[in-house]
């Protein structure tokens, strides 16, 4: 019997069941609470579901769908409207290439018409159907790693927890030495703490912030609140640097710590200093909480990456890649200026 595919749009708040009963066949649960965080309660508006129905019978099955997040962006000095692609997925059994094409061109047709950017992050399943449908790699996301405790790595490779913690002696004694910043308190004059409830101050930050002359996604509080802090499946702390003398914020850092390895969610300051001193306390910081490590994946201008790199961070061969289709606003904009990014996982949808 030959299968009929078709796609349709359905508001991500009528669309609950079916996209729950998917989720239920991908991964064997459907969290409700995270579908309603994700896709009815950001700030910037509700999400829309397209779904890929399969017929045959004269029955109509759900197999696939993806989902389209708005988002606001600034690029080349214009704030401009973007969807972002997220919760891609077809069933196994219908995972050839013409019912996922299919699915991107129905997705991207309608959000050329509604966004000036549509953009995603890519699995590699995903990303040759996206290039097809006139996708391309706008900037290239480096994971960069600093390593706190040396033992876990080191026992992990000649198995024993001792001799692990007695060949680190001297790795962690060079790094104190190369990189002593990292146990000192904030600077003077400074205040580094955790907050749960974000002010206007982050939408102050954002307007001041270092990299305003690239490409990157808004930053204000009430979508950090919602990306973070808000999230039901995950425990995300928010690190704020402030001046002592008038209590504006210089930098925040967001972090988040899952089986003793701690990794920068975002990250953003009013210049490169307040950036990389936030960075210096919140490794600190996970170091005192028994973090093995410090992670954080970004796309940003090299002379941040020289900074990561002087408090001793190090690449890892782990890169994504941004992919995007640009249009509305965007169309008579200067290419180039599309690939000068400041990009971290708060763009992201997971």
């Known amino acids: 019997m030959t299968t009929k595919y078709s796609v349709r749009r359905v508001p991500a708040v009528d669309a609950e069941a079916e996209v729950l009963e998917l989720s239920r066949r991908r991964s064997g649960k459907a969290n ?7 896709y009815l309660a950001n700030p910037v508006g509700p999400a829309d579901c397209f779904l890929l129905d399969a017929s045959s019978d004269g029955s109509s099955t759900v197999v696939g769908m993806v989902g389209v997040g708005p988002r606001r962006f600034e690029v080349g000095g214009k704030n401009v409207s973007a969807g972002l692609l997220g919760g891609f997925f077809v069933d ?26 549509v953009y995603g992050f890519p699995n590699t399943a995903a990303a ?3 290039t097809k449908l006139g996708f391309r790699n706008l900037a290239r996301l ?7 405790r040396h033992a876990p790595y080191i026992a992990s490779r000649v198995g024993s927890r001792a001799l692990g913690r007695a060949l680190a002696l001297p790795f962690d004694g060079v790094r104190r030495l190369v990189h002593p910043g990292i146990s000192r308190g904030a600077s003077r004059g400074l205040a580094f703490g955790r907050v749960r409830t974000l002010d206007q101050r982050f939408d102050r930050l954002f307007r001041a912030r270092a990299f305003s002359d690239v490409s990157m996604g808004q930053r ?28 504006e914020l210089r930098a925040y850092v967001v972090v988040r710590v899952h089986q003793q390895l701690a990794n920068v969610r975002d990250l953003l300051g009013v210049d490169l200093d307040s950036m990389a001193e936030a960075l ?7 170091r005192r909480a028994g973090c093995t490590s410090l992670s954080f994946l970004c796309a940003a201008p090299p002379r941040l990456h020289e900074r990561l790199s002087a408090l001793g961070f190090r690449v890892r061969p782990e890169p994504r ?11 008579t904009h200067d290419p180039a200026s599309l690939e000068r990014w400041y990009l971290t996982e708060a763009d992201e949808d997971q």
């Open 142 to 148: 480096e994971r960069y790693v600093l390593v706190l």
């Open 92 to 117: 196994k059994g219908h995972r050839t290439f013409f019912p996922a094409l299919m699915l991107q061109r129905a997705v991207l047709g309608w959000a050329r018409q509604n966004f000036d950017l």
């Open 321 to 331: 890649h941004l992919i995007g289709h640009a249009g509305g606003a965007l169309t």
């Open 128 to 130: 040759p159907i996206m």
């Open 220 to 247: 204000d509080a009430k979508l950090l609140q919602w990306r973070f802090l808000e999230r039901p499946d995950e425990d995300t702390s928010i690190y704020a640097l402030s001046s002592r003398e008038d209590g």
């Open 32 to 38: 409700r609470s995270v579908f309603h965080w994700g």
């Open 280 to 286: 210096r306390l919140a490794a600190g910081a996970a």
